[in-house]
C-alpha cells in the first residue's frame, strides 16, 4: 500500500534535499500556487500542494538527474505513483518525456516557471510586494526576454493553452496565490511609511 504523504512529511524532504533558500521559496510559491488552483477546481487542496512543494527535490543536487532522481527519492518514500508521475509531468520535453495529461499535471506545468516570472517583477517594484502586484506589470517583464531570461516563457504560453486559459487569467491566479503566503517569500514588501 502507497504512502499518502502529509505536508509536513513532503516539506521535511525537499529540506533534506534542498539547500538552497531560494529553491525552497520556489516550491512554496508553486505550492501556494496550486492550492488556489486546486480549490478553485474543487480538487484536493493537499494533493495538489503537496506536489507542488516537492516538483524540483532533486533539482539542488542532481540538476542533470532531474526528475529522475525525484522519482527514485519519492519510491523510496513509497508515495504514489499519481504523486511521481505529476512531478515528472511538470519537466515535460526539457527533462522527461512525461506529457501533462490530468488538470493537476497541466496546472504544475504552466505556473512552474511562471511563479519565477511573477517573483522576479515583484523584486523589481519599489514595493517589492506581491501584494500591489498588477497583471500589466508581469505582461510587461514577459515581452523583455532579457528579464529573467532564465524563465522559458514558451512552457507557461503552453501551458495555459492547454488549460484553455488566457494568459492574463493564469498570470492573475499566479499572483493572487502567491499573495497568500507572501510573508513566506520575503515578498510581503518593504515599508515605505517611514
Given at each position: 500500500?502507497?504512502?499518502?504523504?502529509?505536508?509536513?512529511?513532503?516539506?521535511?524532504?525537499?529540506?533534506?534535499?534542498?539547500?538552497?533558500?531560494?529553491?525552497?521559496?520556489?516550491?512554496?510559491?508553486?505550492?501556494?500556487?496550486?492550492?488556489?488552483?486546486?480549490?478553485?477546481?474543487n480538487e484536493d487542496e493537499?494533493?495538489?500542494?503537496?506536489?507542488?512543494?516537492?516538483?524540483?527535490?532533486?533539482?539542488?543536487?542532481?540538476?542533470?538527474?532531474?526528475?529522475?532522481?525525484?522519482?527514485?527519492?519519492?519510491?523510496?518514500?513509497?508515495?504514489?505513483?499519481?504523486?511521481?508521475?505529476?512531478?515528472?509531468?511538470?519537466?515535460?520535453?526539457?527533462?522527461?518525456?512525461?506529457?501533462?495529461?490530468t488538470i493537476l499535471e497541466?496546472?504544475?506545468?504552466?505556473?512552474?516557471?511562471?511563479?519565477?516570472?511573477?517573483?522576479?517583477?515583484?523584486?523589481?517594484?519599489?514595493?517589492?510586494?506581491?501584494?500591489?502586484?498588477?497583471?500589466?506589470?508581469?505582461?510587461?517583464?514577459?515581452?523583455?526576454?532579457?528579464?529573467?531570461?532564465?524563465?522559458?516563457?514558451?512552457?507557461?504560453?503552453?501551458?495555459?493553452?492547454?488549460?484553455?486559459?488566457?494568459?492574463?487569467?493564469?498570470?492573475?491566479?499566479?499572483?493572487?496565490?502567491?499573495?497568500?503566503?507572501?510573508?513566506?517569500?520575503?515578498?510581503?514588501?518593504?515599508?515605505?511609511?517611514?
Open positions: 500500500m502507497k504512502h499518502i504523504p502529509t505536508r509536513e512529511e513532503a516539506f521535511e524532504l525537499l529540506k533534506k534535499h534542498t539547500k538552497s533558500e531560494s529553491l525552497i521559496r520556489h516550491g512554496l510559491a508553486v505550492e501556494a500556487v496550486m492550492r488556489y488552483y486546486a480549490k478553485k477546481h493537499n494533493k495538489w500542494g503537496i506536489i507542488g512543494l516537492v516538483h524540483d527535490l532533486d533539482w539542488d543536487q542532481y540538476p542533470e538527474e532531474h526528475c529522475q532522481k525525484t522519482r527514485e527519492i519519492l519510491e523510496s518514500e513509497n508515495w504514489p505513483e499519481e504523486y511521481i508521475r505529476a512531478v515528472e509531468s511538470h519537466a515535460w520535453l526539457t527533462c522527461t518525456e512525461v506529457e501533462p495529461k497541466k496546472t504544475l506545468y504552466a505556473v512552474d516557471e511562471l511563479t519565477g516570472l511573477v517573483t522576479t517583477t515583484a523584486l523589481i517594484r519599489p514595493s517589492k510586494s506581491l501584494l500591489d502586484l498588477k497583471v500589466k506589470s508581469v505582461k510587461r517583464n514577459w515581452k523583455n526576454k532579457r528579464f529573467a531570461a532564465g524563465v522559458d516563457r514558451t512552457v507557461i504560453a503552453r501551458g495555459a493553452e492547454m488549460l484553455n486559459m488566457e494568459l492574463s487569467d493564469l498570470i492573475q491566479g499566479c499572483i493572487e496565490g502567491m499573495q497568500n503566503i507572501s510573508d513566506e517569500l520575503g515578498l510581503k514588501g518593504i515599508d515605505q511609511t517611514s
